[in-house]
């Protein structure tokens, strides 16, 4: 999508904070860009699907693969959200005026941008670390079930030639 603001001025200090609060559901785009940004309807889908998970792993347990599907996504859609904040809160004012308020007066972003993205860079790293480990757990586990036990604790013993 083209750079240039729907309407008005836009804050980079809001941008941050609705990435960092809203972002997984694309109201950072949506601000930036208005309704049509198509960039803003792709975050919806698979924040519901990694909700969806959520909900089947509380109703099923923690047994339910398609759970283990779903709940990633929403991770993942988090910590793609924390990375739009950091961005949003780290372009130089400059930069940001030219490409979301040309012709505008200029308004400093100030501390707010930053501690926006100190705390982004706080939740996205642990949401991102949990869901690495999260699906690596779920992984080896399916390894492991997928190995039959023998049945016996020792090898079995040599046949006599």
């Known amino acids: 999508m083209s750079g240039h603001s729907v309407t008005g001025y836009k804050s980079k200090t809001v941008s941050t904070w609705l990435a960092l609060l ?3 559901l694309g109201l950072h785009r949506f601000y930036l860009y ?24 509380e109703a099923l347990g923690q047994d339910d693969r398609l759970s283990w ?8 859609s988090l910590a793609v959200a924390m990375l739009s904040a950091i961005i ?16 505008l007066p200029e308004r400093p972003s100030g501390w707010g941008a930053i ?18 480990a999260f699906s690596a757990q779920r992984y080896f586990e399916l ?8 049945g016996d604790s020792q090898p079995p013993a040599p046949t006599p030639k």
């Open 34 to 57: 208005g309704f049509k940004d198509l960039g803003g309807w792709l975050h919806i889908p698979p924040t519901l699907l990694g909700l969806q998970g959520l909900q089947r792993m």
């Open 115 to 132: 501690i926006g993205v100190v705390l982004s860079l706080l939740i996205g790293g642990a949401v991102l670390m949990s869901t690495i």
């Open 69 to 76: 599907l779903l709940m990633p996504m929403l991770g993942l």
């Open 22 to 24: 809203l972002g997984s």
């Open 143 to 150: 390894q492991a079930e997928t190995v039959e036990p023998s």
């Open 88 to 103: 949003y809160g780290l372009t130089p004012d400059e930069k940001w005026q030219q490409r979301h308020n040309p012709g």
